[in-house]
Every structure is written in C-alpha cells, then in structure tokens.
C-alpha cells in the first residue's frame, strides 16, 4: 500500500512507495526486461506480465493479436497504477506509429481515465528513453491514480500564447512558462472540461495534433542538440478540469541550482521554440 506524507507548511506531499525498489533492481540496473522474444510486453510474453483488463485488436484475452493492451504495473507506485501498452511493436514509438494506432492508444487513455475517475485523481503520463524515466524499452504509457484529498504539485493550464498551431477543438503551443527547452502544450479550445470527457472528434484531431508534434520534435531534436543524450521526452495529461497534455523533450538535465531554488532555467526562448515546430510543419 502506498503511504502520503505531507509537508505542513507548502501543503506538498510525498508518496512513500517501497514496492517501487524491486523495480529499480529488477528492470533498471538489471535491465531483466528483456527476454529472448525481445521484451516483456512484446506479443507472444503476455503470459510473463499481469492479466489484461483492456485490449484493443483481435484474439483471446492475454493471447497474441492484441494492438493496444493495458496490464496492471507489477511495482505500483499508488494502489491503482497501470501500463498501457502502445502496440507490439518493441520499438517505434508514437511518432513513427501510424496514426491510427495513436487514436487507439488514446482512447485507452480515455477509457481507463473513465473508469478511474470517481475513485481519484487520474494522471497519464508517458517516459520515452531512459534518461526520461523509462524502465522498459518497449514503449508504453502509464496510469496512476490518487486520492482526491492530495495537493497535487503541477501547474495549471498556461494562458494561450506562442501559437504552434490551432485547429476546430483544440491548440498547440509553448507557453510564456515553459520550464524547459521546446515544451509545448496542448488544450482544448473548450475550457473547462476533463480529459474523459473529450470527444471522438476531439480524440481523432487530439492524435494528430500529437503526432505531428513529436515528428516535429524528431527533426527539432539533431538540430538544436544540446548534449549527447538521444531523443527523450516525458507528456502527461493534466487529471483535473481545464485540462492539457504537456510535451517536455528532455535535451538537458535539471542541476544543482534547479533543485536548490525551485527556479527553472530554460535557455530557449519559447517564442523561438513555437517558431521552431512551425518550420517543420
């Protein structure tokens, strides 16, 4: 079980999770998820992880055919945490998958969201590349649930300015506030609603709007490199009213003065930055 602790003073909390350091052993220093069929999550390892509770595509539960699954973590970080598995391919990402495929993996979204969201706070976040958190290759996203009571230490949705693109429902930008180099956000042009409220027609431009934003990012990333770290990124989906997705490419690390102040530094204007996903579009 996962235990809360708050800070009395700033109203932050921390989540006590020892269930999490046999991940830490298991999959990142030891990198067992890889197995001789590639990696667990791969089609034909379903027996190696939890039961299904959503899959997307044909054939039997927990038998290959499936084009989206959702699994049960093994380590939750929370007593409702789960992985959404974006196809079986081990490698290709959102950015390299067919569109179709990407409305698929965000109507998982919507659907878990859905199920979730009387019992707590239902964030969807996604780790791409190991310096961006991700303890697997095979990529996936994953959801947490918390409890309603929990002060949760996130910014809210960004006034609308650096304009990438804007289409019938929803916008992309990057936002005055953007912490890090190339952030970019998502909203829907209808405030005031929740992810698991969104639409068909919403989802369906919602994976465009993405899809074209991590290609984007794809051709930003050699262009503007920074260090030597390869293509990483984190998103997640804000899990209260007013929602966005919000974009974070991971070309640098936070440092000391980060995590001494609280203060972020980013050394990319983000009128440059909107600028930059506009020239490859």
């Not at 409220?197 to 050699?222: F, N, V, W």
Request: glycine share 6%; hydrophobic share 35%; aromatic share 10%.
């Amino acid at each position: 079980m996962a235990r809360y602790v708050p800070d009395i003073l700033t109203h932050r909390w921390v989540v006590i999770s020892p269930q999490r350091l046999h991940r830490s052993i298991d999959e990142v220093v030891k990198r067992s998820s890889r197995t001789h069929k590639g990696t667990i999550f791969c089609e034909g390892n379903e027996h190696l992880t939890p039961p299904e509770v959503l899959r997307y595509g044909d054939g039997e539960a927990n038998k290959p055919g499936w084009k989206v699954r959702v699994i049960p973590n093994k380590y939750p970080i929370t007593d409702y945490h789960e992985i959404i598995i974006h196809s079986p391919d081990p490698v290709r990402d959102i950015e390299k998958l067919p569109l179709p495929q990407v409305k698929l993996i965000l109507r998982a979204y919507r659907e878990r969201y859905n199920f979730y969201r009387e019992k707590g706070q239902v964030l969807i976040f996604c780790n791409h590349g190991l310096h961006a958190g991700a303890s697997i290759d095979h990529p996936h996203s994953q959801l947490v649930v918390l409890p309603f009571q929990i002060n949760l230490d996130t910014v809210t949705r960004e006034p609308l300015n650096n304009i990438v693109e804007t289409k019938k429902y929803l916008s992309a930008y990057c936002p005055d506030f953007s912490q890090w180099p190339y952030e970019m956000w998502i909203v829907p042009n209808n405030e005031q609603t929740v992810f698991g409220s969104i639409t068909d027609d919403e989802l369906e431009e919602l994976a465009g709007m993405m899809h074209r934003a991590l290609k984007r990012l794809e051709e930003i990333y050699p262009k503007y490199r920074m260090s030597d770290l390869p293509m990483g990124y984190n998103f997640y989906i804000y899990p209260k009213k007013n929602w966005y997705m919000r974009l974070i490419p991971r070309l640098v690390h936070r440092a000391g003065f980060e995590l001494g102040t609280g203060l972020s530094v980013n050394v990319v204007d983000p009128a440059d930055a909107a600028e930059a996903y506009r020239g490859h579009m």
